[in-house]
């Protein structure tokens, strides 16, 4: 199955309590893309970026078999920039600057080759823009994934409202699945919003790992204990993206298939986190990945014999 990506491509300066970076590449829809390409799925990404953004950065895609012709470059207009300081637990985060830049007027086009892909990633940008994104393509994709963040609830829960109601599977982290349903429970709240139309409701926990919910099934899947955590930016993207390729390249849509996809968007996102920005996923290889995923499973595998 074909995946189109529709997210950031972007700026980003990093603090952490191990350093801070100047200006790398970053955007949720990058990290989803190398994640992807990793797999060898067949992935193309719709986005905007200024004059002012490295063509080396677009061909490290292209070379990674993404296709980024849907990535518009507006030659007089500069990239988004994004930076943020993290707390010294890793999982808290402020945000010092958000510089809309040419996302500010996105108008999201998707290249004909795309227009039939079968699943569509809509990566944490305005709800409008991915609405506008799902309209513009030929046919309904058999599968639409969403993700947002609470700063969508705050400023336009109306239409985030309607696009949450045209979703397959949603990712949103456990704060904002308490904001968006007014529940404090879990599942309670994971109920509520498969209320709102999503079929598959994922929470994500940090670093506690994240939790599938459908129909009454729920799969929790562990974030892998890792000595070292260097900068988390981009590991909720990478989940996605790694959980979007494995169901593209297996083509197939179903609760058990997305079970083994959480743990390939976990591992994946386990390799983001071990160094700044997309350094450490650029130079992840599939042997790499499948050794990570074997982990997971030693993490989890326990004798159930004489409980029997
Ligand atoms: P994550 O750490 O998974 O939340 O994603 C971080 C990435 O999201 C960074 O690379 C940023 O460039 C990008 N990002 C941050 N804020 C926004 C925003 N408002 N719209 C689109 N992308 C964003």
Redesign the pocket.
Known sequence: MKLLVV??V?F?AIETPFGKTDKIL???AT?IGIAASILGTDTSIVSVVGGDFPQEDLDMLTNRGVNVDGVEIIKEGKT?F?SGKYHNDLNTRDTLA?EVNV?AEFNPKVPAHAENAEILLLG??HPAVQLSVLEKMAKRPQLVILDTMN?WMDTAMDILGQMISKTDVITINDEEARQLSGEYSLIKAAEKIRNMGPRFVIIKKGEHGALLFHDKKIFAVPALPLEEVFD??????TFAGGFAAHLATTGVISFENMKTALIVGSAMASFTVEKFGTERLEEVSQDDLKKRIGEFRQLTAFETEIYK
Do not use: M
Request: net charge negative.
């Open positions: 997210g950031s972007a980003d970053g955007g949720a990290y988004f994004w958000t996302l944490n940008l700063f988390p930016t981009g590991a909720g993207d």
